[in-house]
């Protein structure tokens, strides 16, 4: 069994029986539980690739959101004390930071709130309408650089293939820290599956028609509001007292779970899967009785 197998056996233990939501503690949490799962050869391997543990590694993917595209066409690193004490460990790393969101900027268009986020941002999600019970590139929402084609380009490139565009991921190392990030993502409801609302918070079906209609989206509940808080951002937030690392309760759990079996290429759109039908079991919106307020946000850094 290949080291890449070894570790994604490992990391499927992680599929939830509830929701969960992942910051920066949540994303250690996951790599901790990893860490806890790997065998000697996978933990030797991960050693290897990175020179610390999953749960270091986890939050790599958001400290390139510091990252700003400044108009002399430069990429640079932007120390914000909001974000940067789960970032502080990657010091060194921030001139490959750079050169990672330079090279996965201009491939896709993602504009957001008037600002141009990078195509890198859109691989921490997709947005599978909540009507739908499963993952498929045929919805509205999914595309060739969402979180699941993200997921398979990290995998490709951990099993010594080249990444399919439009990613460039340049090592394994690169690869390691996409993956011990993403996994973390996709088992968060909003970073999957989204409502979609018109103007009068009635829901609508984007399958319907096709297309999407910039007035209905929702960015995965970015521009939702619950009693003055970003709902995407309420979900993002796992509870206090679960801390930054594996509790006995979820290392039970994780070992109890059975892994995938089948091609390792189809695991991140069954875990999409999953996760689409978790968001429908939590789901509180229904049509023309939405408690949201719907807006339009901007975030110096989203959250999607």
Not at 19 to 43: D, T
Not at 190 to 218: F, M, Q, R, W
Not at 262 to 276: F, I, L, P
């Amino acid at each position: 069994m290949s080291r890449i197998l070894i570790f994604l056996y490992s990391l499927v233990f992680l599929l939830p029986t509830s929701a969960s939501a992942w910051n920066p503690p949540g994303h250690k949490v996951v790599g901790s539980i990893a860490n806890q799962l790997l065998n000697a050869n996978a933990k030797r391997q991960v050693a290897q690739i990175l020179g610390f543990e999953l749960s270091i590694a986890g939050p790599w993917l958001d400290c390139v959101k510091s990252v700003e595209k400044h108009d002399d066409g430069s990429f640079v690193y932007k120390e914000d004390p909001r974000y940067e004490p789960p970032c502080t460990p990657f010091k060194l790393e921030r001139a490959r930071m750079e050169d990672y969101a330079k090279r996965n900027w201009f491939d896709c268009s993602y504009v957001t709130g008037g600002i141009d986020r990078g195509c890198h941002n859109t691989y921490h999600f997709a947005d599978v309408p909540m009507q739908r019970n499963r993952y498929d590139r045929n919805f509205q929402g999914t595309n060739d650089h969402d979180i699941v084609s993200a997921i398979n380009a990290a995998i490709a490139v951990l099993l010594d293939r080249a990444a399919p565009p439009p990613f460039s991921i340049v090592d394994k190392r690169e690869a390691l820290f996409m993956l011990a990030h993403l996994i973390g993502d996709l088992h968060q409801p909003l970073h999957v599956a989204a409502v979609y609302l018109d103007k009068n918070g009635n829901v609508v079906d984007p399958d319907v028609t096709h297309t999407i209609d910039p007035i209905s989206e929702t960015a995965g509940g970015n521009l939702i509001f619950h009693q003055g808080v970003n709902f995407h951002f309420e979900w993002d937030t796992i509870p206090s007292d679960i801390g930054e690392a594996a509790t006995p309760k979820l290392l039970a759990m994780a070992r109890s779970t059975q892994p995938d079996r089948g091609r390792v290429e189809n695991w991140s759109a069954t875990w999409a899967t999953d996760t689409v039908l978790a968001a429908q079991q939590v789901r509180t919106i229904k049509a023309g009785q939405s408690p949201f307020q719907t807006e339009t946000v901007i975030s110096e850094r989203p959250t999607h």
